[in-house]
């Protein structure tokens, strides 16, 4: 899912900034003390679950978990993935600096689309529900991520569609583990802290 350096065009890098940069300004206002924790915890989850990663051409595909970390953090998905993606690029060169801004919107922002769908289907008492709202967070989630991440090559040059095609095909069997995964976590989670679920993002 992450874009090295040098394959976006000017345009597409200044845009994922500014996108970003709102993204992250409007995470900030709402960000409370009490997420903090939270924050950090699913900066973590976000930076280890993306360590595994399959090359595809200019970009990668792996887990995200942006779908769990969108349901729990709403807006604060952006602080928690912008966190993760500049440790990954600081420490082992996964993505890089003038990517970082398109790499954290493709990957935060279909997780906050996924929390104003989803998470008011998220509830104790019915954990059936919770699990196919789990699994759809998380399957939506990384398709969105790899259709922007499609989009963004796509704008940078025309004959990226051949890829661009290969990269949203090559994350659908992601998609579904990553929704199963999404899933079994929300149920999980439900038992043991369902106070997470009740907190606004």
Known sequence: MHISEGVLSPPVLITGW???LIGLTI???????????????????FFIASLIHV????????????GMVGILLGWNSFVAIFLGLLLQALFFQFGGFTTLGINTFNMAFPGVISYYLLKRFIKGENQKLSFISGFLAGFLSMLGAGFFTALSLYLTERNFLILCETLIIAHIPIAVV??????FIVVYLLKIKPEVFKNEG
């Open 27 to 45: 995470a900030l206002k709402k960000l409370s003390h009490r997420k903090i924790s939270e924050v950090a915890v699913l900066s973590s989850a």
């Open 178 to 183: 990553e929704g199963l995964v999404t899933g």
């Open 55 to 66: 090359p595809i051409g200019p970009s990668a595909a792996h887990l995200v978990l942006n």
């Open 18 to 20: 500014g996108l970003t």
